[in-house]
């Protein structure tokens, strides 16, 4: 055999070593990149577990502070509770910036920021489906839209009242009672307090199915 040949035998052997050396790092860079792909999905689904917990948590602890004034038995008259019960169920930092837009709900830029912060609180709700299984994510989304719709009717409910005092106060025979009447007032405090029963019902389902002991648990299984 010549030297040629033995140098071509060569050659080709390194280049079939070196083509198996690539295709073999290819192959674990492959399935390094797989690895913590699916490392950083999961610190993402913990990271957003945990942020969705906080959030609804930090709800159930301003319905829990606001409770009685929710679910007490309600009188037949216009309800004037509204500012106080508003800043009850905003008070903490994931919606205290809803806080200005109850003194003066039709001006901006505070009328703006609570229909984006509201509407921010309704994706969550949506959100807490996708992150959480079974009933959890479920009762959780629930829970958050109705919230959402209280804070909304007592908003409403908030524009009415001041639309009633500028009607009595711009015909001096018109007292607060005379303009309720007149701009049914009674029909719009029915949704607001239907609303209540409503979030009071979510709230009671989260509570009979022990929900913060579940949802802890599916965070550390993640």
């Given at each position: 055999?010549?030297?040629?040949?033995?140098?071509?035998?060569?050659?080709?052997?390194?280049?079939?070593?070196?083509?198996?050396?690539?295709?073999?790092?290819?192959?674990?860079?492959?399935?390094?990149?797989?690895?913590?792909?699916?490392?950083?999905?999961?610190?993402?689904?913990?990271?957003?577990?945990?942020?969705?917990?906080?959030?609804?948590?930090?709800?159930?602890?301003?319905?829990?502070?606001?409770?009685?004034?929710?679910?007490?038995?309600?009188?037949?008259?216009?309800?004037?509770?509204?500012?106080p019960l508003f800043y009850g169920l905003i008070n903490n930092s994931y919606?205290?910036?809803?806080?200005?837009?109850?003194?003066?709900?039709?001006?901006?830029?505070?009328?703006?920021?609570?229909?984006?912060?509201?509407?921010?609180?309704?994706?969550?709700?949506?959100?807490?489906?996708?992150?959480?299984?079974?009933?959890?994510?479920?009762?959780?989304?629930?829970?958050?839209?109705?919230?959402?719709?209280?804070?909304?009717?007592?908003?409403?409910?908030?524009?009415?009242?001041?639309?009633?005092?500028?009607?009595?106060?711009?015909?001096?025979?018109?007292?607060?009672?005379?303009?309720?009447?007149?701009?049914?007032?009674?029909?719009?405090?029915?949704?607001?307090?239907?609303?209540f029963e409503k979030l009071s019902e979510e709230y009671k389902l989260l509570?009979?199915?022990?929900?913060?002991?579940?949802?802890?648990?599916?965070?550390?299984?993640?």
């Amino acid at each position: 055999m010549s030297v040629e040949s033995i140098v071509n035998i060569i050659t080709s052997i390194i280049m079939c070593v070196a083509t198996v050396v690539s295709v073999v790092i290819a192959v674990i860079a492959i399935k390094q990149t797989k690895i913590q792909m699916e490392l950083s999905n999961k610190n993402n689904l913990f990271s957003n577990r945990v942020k969705g917990y906080l959030i609804i948590k930090g709800l159930l602890n301003l319905y829990n502070q606001n409770k009685k004034d929710i679910e007490e038995e309600k009188e037949d008259k216009i309800y004037f509770k509204v500012d106080p019960l508003f800043y009850g169920l905003i008070n903490n930092s994931y919606l205290e910036n809803m806080g200005t837009v109850i003194e003066e709900p039709l001006h901006d830029p505070e009328h703006k920021n609570f229909l984006t912060s509201l509407e921010k609180l309704k994706n969550q709700a949506e959100k807490m489906r996708f992150l959480f299984e079974n009933k959890i994510g479920i009762y959780a989304k629930n829970f958050i839209l109705k919230y959402a719709d209280v804070l909304m009717k007592l908003y409403q409910y908030k524009i009415l009242i001041i639309k009633m005092r500028e009607y009595s106060t711009t015909y001096p025979m018109v007292d607060i009672k005379k303009a309720a009447e007149d701009m049914n007032e009674i029909e719009n405090r029915k949704e607001l307090f239907k609303a209540f029963e409503k979030l009071s019902e979510e709230y009671k389902l989260l509570n009979n199915y022990d929900f913060e002991t579940k949802i802890i648990e599916e965070i550390k299984l993640n």
